[in-house]
């Protein structure tokens, strides 16, 4: 059976308390194991919606489709009690959190892009060590260039956000017998595999890491956090890797560390976002640049289809929701 409504002032219209419907962005008819109780749509950020918004009680946010559709629908949603991201992230959503209605609850997706994430650190780390862009290049020329290059194995790594994804990340650099790992998070904590010191503890560590790998969420703390003296305080020749979100990141910063040679990067996320045609990042000496697809792989829809039914389930039965990072007051 469907959760009721929460009780609504008496001036709040009906169509709010009587709220059932869900809004995917995954066609219902492809996940199996929906609970019964709901009226479930269809939405992927169409100019139209499917439905009248203000029946909606739970709005699963489409996915990869930037801030303005994400939010688009919220102003209209009266009988919203969940919303919920098929992202780690919440940056696109959490300016609305404040306008939700009351007691409104923000999930995020945390697991459903561990696996693809972390492995696409890991790729960049290892491509660009190993400078595969050169060797495709020089393959297009048809020109053979041996040589010696850096491995992976023996260095030292900082991964800098090791909540879900930044441990993932820490479990497939094990196999490539690196040096150390050290971690990062924004409170000092301990892990299975270790000390996870806090982000004041930067300045300190940055110097000791030949690969600095970004997999921390997009906040007020963290917008930046690789500035001018973040980047200063890496060694000299090391590599910084960002998987987490492009503003992560000064962009001006690094440019002028990678065009005097000093580091080198390897970006799954830019700022700007989509990175525009002539922009220096695209041509920067020791650049290696992803279009943003940490997460949508092959890996993506059989976890979100599952986070999907899980949380509809809980949901349903009244228990407690997974994930949740926000509750509008």
């Known amino acids: ?82 919303v919920q991201t098929l992202t780690a992230g919440i940056d696109h959503v959490a300016d609305a959190v404040p306008d939700l209605p009351t007691g409104t609850l923000l999930c995020n997706a945390r697991g459903v892009h561990d696996a693809s994430t972390a492995e696409l650190a890991l790729t960049l780390t290892l491509a660009a060590l190993r400078r595969v862009p050169t060797f495709v290049r020089a393959q297009d020329a048809e020109e053979w260039s041996p040589g010696v290059y850096d491995a992976l194995a023996d260095k030292s790594v900082l991964i800098v956000g090791h909540g879900a994804i930044g ?112 922009h220096p990042l695209w041509h920067a000496p020791g650049v290696l640049i992803t279009p943003h697809v940490g997460g949508p792989t092959t890996a993506f829809l059989p976890r979100a289809k599952r986070l999907l039914r899980d949380q509809l389930g809980r949901w349903a039965r009244g228990e407690p929701l997974e994930h949740t990072v926000a509750v509008a007051e």
Request: proline residues 11%; glycine residues 6%.
């Open 1 to 82: 059976m469907a959760p009721s409504p929460a009780p609504q002032e008496s001036g709040t219209p009906s169509a709010a308390r009587a709220a059932t419907d869900v809004w995917l962005p995954i066609p219902p008819a492809q996940i199996e194991g929906l609970p019964d109780g709901f009226t479930y749509h269809f939405w992927d950020g169409d100019e139209d919606f499917p439905a009248d918004p203000a029946l909606c009680c739970f709005y699963v946010v489409p996915y990869m489709k930037g801030q303005a559709v994400a939010v688009r629908p919220l102003r209209e949603m009266p009988g919203l009690r969940v």
């Open 167 to 278: 441990s993932a990340v820490e479990e497939r650099l094990v196999p490539f017998e690196v040096g150390e790992v050290t971690r990062v998070a924004r409170t000092a904590r301990e892990a299975p595999r270790g000390p996870v010191h806090a982000l004041d503890s930067l300045p300190a560590l940055l110097p000791h890491a030949d690969v600095v790998i970004l997999c921390t969420p997009l906040t007020e703390e963290t917008r930046g956090l690789a500035s001018a003296e973040f980047l200063s305080r890496m060694k000299d020749g090391a590599l910084l890797v960002n998987v987490a979100r492009g503003a992560v990141v000064d962009t001006k910063s690094l440019l002028a560390e990678v065009e005097s040679g000093r580091l080198r990067a390897a970006l799954d996320v830019t700022d700007p976002e989509p990175l525009p045609a002539g």
